[in-house]
Every structure is written in C-alpha cells, then in structure tokens.
C-alpha cells in the first residue's frame, strides 16, 4: 500500500514539475550568462554540436546547465538549439495570441473616487474573447470617510482583436463607508451599490495588460435620494 | 468481361498512382516542440526585517511580507505587507501627559503594491575571484497606513539592493519612504516615514 502511495506521489510530482529537457546546438554557437538578464556577463559560449540541458525558465531567460555548470540562456536563442528528438523550439515574440486566448487577467488600479484616492485589486474571467467578469475590491480613504467596495461586474469588449481594445460593462456590489471625523454627519453602514464602466484596455507585451477606466456608481441610500459617485482608475493586469 | 478488366485496369491505375504520390511528397513537416514545456520561476516570495522610523514617533522594528511577479527582466510587481509599533513621541516623554495614543493604536500596518524597475543589473565583486550576481532596483507604488486609529493612503518610493546568493535565493536591502498624511495633532501634515531592511527572498 505504501509503494502504491509513493508511486502515485512521484507520478504526481512528475506531472507538477516539468522535467529538464536534454538538447544540442544546431546554430553556429550560443552565448550562456551568469545570471538571467543582459547586465550579466557571457561567461561560457556553447558552440554548434554541444550538449546542454534546459532546466527552467524566468522572465526571457532559459537556466541550462553545460558542462556540469548552470548558465542563463536568451530565450530567443531557443531558436539555436534542438531536442534530442529533433524537435525545434517555436519561439515567438509575439504572445497576442496568447491576450487573445487568455482565461485569467489578476490586476491592480490607482485612481479617483470621488475626490478620494483609490487603489482596487481585481481578479477576472474571461468567459470568451468578448465577455468577462470581474470581481473587485476597492478602497478609498478620503478626508471625510473611507469607503470599501466590493463589485461583481460584467464587461463587453466589442473589439477584443484590437490592441487597444475598448470595453463597458456594469456592475453591482456592495459599498462600505466610514465616517473619519465626528464634524461630518456620514452614518457607518453598508449600502448598495450599481455602476456602469467605460474604459480601455491596451496589450503591452507578454502577459501585461494595461487598463484605464471611468466607473458612474448609483449608491443606494437610506434617504431620499440616491448618491452618484464617479471613479477614474489607471492601472495594470497580468493575465494567465 | 470488359467491365471487369476495366476494373483491374482503374485498380492498378489508383494503386500506382498512390504509389508515385508517396514517392515525391517532400516531407518537410519538422516537429515542434513550445517553450511552455520548461518550468516558469517568475514569482519571488520575500520576508524582510528592519527599522522603520515613524515621523514623530521614534524608531521602531519592522517586519515584512513581500511577493513579487516579474514581468520580464526589466520590471517587476511587488505586493507587500508591513508591521511596526510606534514609540513615544518627545511631547509625550517630556510633559508626562497622558499619552496620545493608546496601545492598539500604535500598531502600525501597510499594505500595498508597487512597480519595480532593475536599474542597474550585474556582478558585484566580494574578492578577486569571486562574483555574484546583483542588481539595484527602484520602486514607486501605493497602498494604505492603517496608524493611530485611522487608514490614509500612502505613496511608497524607495530602492532595492539584491544580491543573488543562488540562481533561487536573493539577499535583499532595502531602503524605502512611506509617505502619508496624519492628523494626530489636529493639522493635517504629510510625513515621510523612511525604513532601511534586510530580508531573503526565494524563486518559485
């Protein structure tokens, strides 16, 4: 029973960790640094025929071990190099495709609301390239109150082929205010609240996503009327 | 009779032909493999100790939470957690008046989030023969001071030394300004509340 738990844990293990792939340079040579980015120097080059392992990746850069020692490797070098099985490496530059078919996007947004600075963290789901939701969680420290909201919204993105995609949506959640001061009369409480979205999203580059947006919230009060707040937000994304 | 001989002929026609087709089909089709196949380390996971000195309150310890995500070699996101207490102030140690603040008060807490940018990325020589991998970084970013009762929006600026003990464990020093507004003395003022840590942070 014991082998059988083990066995299972290293098939399980297997499949979590990518194994290091055994490959050989077909191009003339490659250059491997000593740490994984341009500042760092060429210490060791590979040249046509060699051997070198690839054992994981970060940011743009391959970590390789050659000669019993671990070097970084430029990610467009990739093109350099074959698996043992003759297999080359498809290296793109261009991961729109990847936007595109994104299914995950995780981001953080500073901005304005109403008159108060604000900083929200979302997370979204991209149901298909046109429909997403999102929960956000927002929070705003003004001088009279701070205000917590938490949002469930829905966005269109009509254009969701453009590199400058715009999109709108609404959205609906709730609305935590607390009074700073004693002078101003704001109750404590939880209020409704409901909101359109207009805004832009623009694809940098890899997995980055930058997003610019204006929010018209309705909060609904216990009084008479009903008050409209307005949010500006600029901010970032990285999708999955 | 002729039916059936067309037949064979049709038969050995299709088979030749098949044949021919196998013969001059170039097989150009080379595999290829994705560089997904390899294991992402882009997240680092970091814990970091130090002083933080509070506009007003004295110099206290801090300890810190950190988690970032590089976006390429260039840029990074952190998210960050901080905790200090605050001392006394001088009014408070010198009029022997009540003090201003009670104790959960003095509690200090931020958390936000900033951009990282690795300005100056390489080797850092210990000896002769010895290097190790560094870089200094500078970050701006926001998030929020939850200190004596109320919560503020905070700016962080600041920079970031790392040396890089393995290719997955980092040593870092950090010097960092937490800007923020208090009103504990009835006027609002803006403070600039530096901090300087050591910490450690590992690859995953």
């Known amino acids: ?240 | 009779m002729e039916a059936w001989i067309q037949r064979v002929f049709l038969i050995l026609a299709l088979a030749a032909g098949t044949a021919w087709a196998q013969q001059v089909e170039p097989d150009i089709s080379r595999d290829v493999i994705s560089e997904d196949i390899l294991d992402s380390e882009n997240w680092l996971f970091g814990v970091k100790a130090g002083v933080l000195s509070i506009e007003d309150f004295g110099s206290s310890a801090l300890a810190a939470v950190q988690l970032s995500y590089h976006i390429n070699e260039d840029f990074y996101l952190m998210a960050e957690y901080a905790m200090a207490k605050a001392g006394r102030t001088s009014f408070e140690d010198l009029s022997g008046a009540a003090p201003l603040l009670t104790d959960s008060q003095r509690e200090w807490r931020y958390y936000g989030g900033h951009v990282g940018y690795m300005l100056l990325p390489g080797e850092a020589f210990l000896t002769q023969d010895f290097a190790m991998n560094s870089g200094l970084a500078l970050f701006a970013g926001a998030g929020n001071v939850d200190f004596a009762g109320d919560k503020v929006f905070a700016l962080q600026l600041g920079s970031q030394f790392r040396l890089y003990a393995t290719d997955w464990l980092a040593l870092e020093l950090t010097f960092s300004d937490y800007i923020f507004d208090t009103t504990i003395l009835a006027r609002t003022k803006s403070t600039h509340n530096l901090s300087f840590a050591l910490g450690m942070a590992v690859y995953f």
């Open chain 1, 1 to 240: 029973m014991r082998y059988y738990l083990v066995l299972a844990l290293a098939l399980l293990s297997c499949s979590l960790f990518a194994a290091p792939v055994a490959v050989k340079v077909t191009g003339d040579f490659v250059n491997l640094h000593s740490g994984a980015g341009r500042g760092y120097p060429i210490v060791q080059v590979a040249i046509k025929g060699e051997a070198l392992v690839l054992l994981k990746r970060r940011t743009d850069w391959v970590q390789v071990e050659f000669k019993q020692q671990h070097y970084w490797l430029a990610r467009q070098d990739l093109n350099q190099l074959e698996t043992t099985d003759k297999q080359q490496f498809a290296v793109s530059d261009e991961r729109f495709a990847a936007f595109e078919s994104r299914s995950w996007e995780m981001g953080l947004l500073f901005g304005d609301f109403n008159g108060s600075s604000l900083y929200q963290l979302s997370l979204s789901y991209v149901v298909n390239p046109y429909i997403q939701t999102e929960l956000a969680v927002g929070q705003a420290n003004g001088d009279q109150a701070d205000n917590l909201s938490a949002e469930l919204s829905m966005y269109l993105s009509p254009m969701p082929h453009w590199r400058i995609s715009p999109y709108f949506g609404i959205g609906g959640g709730v609305l935590r205010t607390t009074a700073r001061t004693v002078l101003v009369q704001t109750p404590d409480g939880n209020n409704s609240l409901a909101s359109a979205e207009f805004g832009l999203r623009y694809y940098i580059s890899r997995n980055f996503i930058a997003r610019a947006g204006y929010r018209r919230s309705v909060i609904v009060t216990e009084r008479n009327d009903n008050e409209e707040i307005d949010t500006w937000k600029l901010g970032f994304s990285v999708f999955f």
